[in-house]
């Protein structure tokens, strides 16, 4: 959440958030808690309750498997370019070396673009909600 600017890092992020989830669920359905016996199905619930988590669980669908057809199930992002990153603006020279640290990692869809920092600081207190509330 820290580098804002650097695209390895959000990738990294939003594919380690998305397994969370996975791993979440293998053992919750083990344990009898979540009857869902897919975890695509769970995470579907997922997305209804969180749309930080809807945006961040279609990105990492999108990396892992290139764009996405159209399915039964609306996805809000459909192609790994959807995520990219966007220069600082200022000029060269104008301010110290740390002024070029202001690039920004964003996440392109058709209503709006989301700073991916900000996306995955909500999945990430999302995350730590489900937890919470399963008693892990």
Not at 16 to 21: E, I, S
Not at 32 to 45: F, P
Not at 63 to 85: A, E, M, S, W
């Amino acid at each position: 959440m820290a580098a804002r600017g650097d695209l390895r890092q959000a990738i990294n992020a939003a594919m380690t958030l998305d397994a969370l989830f996975g791993i979440l669920h293998a053992e919750l359905h083990r344990a009898g808690i979540v009857t869902l016996r897919r975890d695509d199905d769970w995470k579907e619930e997922l997305a209804g309750q969180s749309s930080d988590y809807r945006l961040l669980r279609d990105l990492a669908y999108t990396l892992k498997h290139g764009q996405l057809n159209l399915g039964n199930k609306p996805r809000i992002v459909r192609r790994p370019d959807q995520l990219f990153t966007m220069p600082g603006a200022f000029a060269p020279g104008a301010f110290s070396p740390a002024a070029f640290d202001t690039g920004q990692v964003w996440i392109d869809t058709e209503a709006t673009d989301h700073r991916a920092n900000e996306v995955i600081a909500g999945v990430a207190e999302f995350a730590r909600l489900q937890l919470t509330k399963y008693g892990v």
